[in-house]
């Protein structure tokens, strides 16, 4: 029979723990953290920091975790399908900056997102702004479906051009890419 007085369950979670040992005790102060914001992000920190102390005592350690892990991520379809999806989308993501030199007129243009035509990022930015006006940018992103640095460079570093790709992406990932020639006619080039 379990001896009721030395055992500890959380109310919260269901846990069973022996009463007052240093997991109950840390337990509870799990507990209290999850309801506070700034209590979780110190403690995320104080996770990574443990991390990166842990990463430069033993390198060899880590560099076995990183190959073990690896290894059950490419022996397993599933995850292998989903990590090259994820790699995929990075990379997308990176493309998707908007370019900030202007190109000029009959000048060579490489291959890639270097084609790409440069709009008037300021359409773009108005339609933002408009439409979410007194949103985070983590919300936006959200909502249009793109990196949050883009939604920086447009609204924050205000970069005057946007690319022709990286303007469809956030209409096309609001949902709306029928505006893409309402805000850049086409005729207008
Ligand atoms: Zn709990």
Redesign the pocket.
């Known amino acids: 029979m379990i001896d009721t007085a030395v055992i500890w369950a959380?109310?919260?979670?269901?846990?069973v723990w022996l009463n007052r040992s240093p997991q109950a005790r840390r337990?509870r102060k799990?507990?209290r953290d999850k309801g506070d914001p700034e209590r979780t992000a110190r403690r995320r920190e104080r996770m990574r920091a443990n991390q990166r102390r842990y990463t430069q005592r033993h390198p060899e350690r880590q560099r076995k975790a990183t190959r073990t892990w690896r290894a059950r991520v490419q022996a397993d379809r599933q995850r292998r399908l989903n990590y090259n999806g994820d790699q995929r989308m990075d990379y997308r993501l990176r493309a998707e900056r908007p370019v900030s030199v202007v190109h000029v007129d009959g000048g060579y243009k490489g291959p890639g997102s270097a084609c790409d035509r440069n709009l008037d990022a300021a359409r773009l930015i108005g339609w933002l702004e408009r439409t979410f006006g007194g949103w985070e940018h983590s919300a936006i992103a959200r909502a249009c479906r793109i990196n949050e640095r883009v939604v920086y460079q447009l609204l924050t570093a205000r970069e005057p051009l946007v690319s022709l790709h990286v303007a469809d992406s956030v209409l096309t990932g609001y949902g709306r890419p029928d505006l893409l020639n309402v805000l850049y006619p086409y005729d207008e080039s």
């Open positions: 959380c109310p919260v979670c269901g846990g337990h799990y507990e």
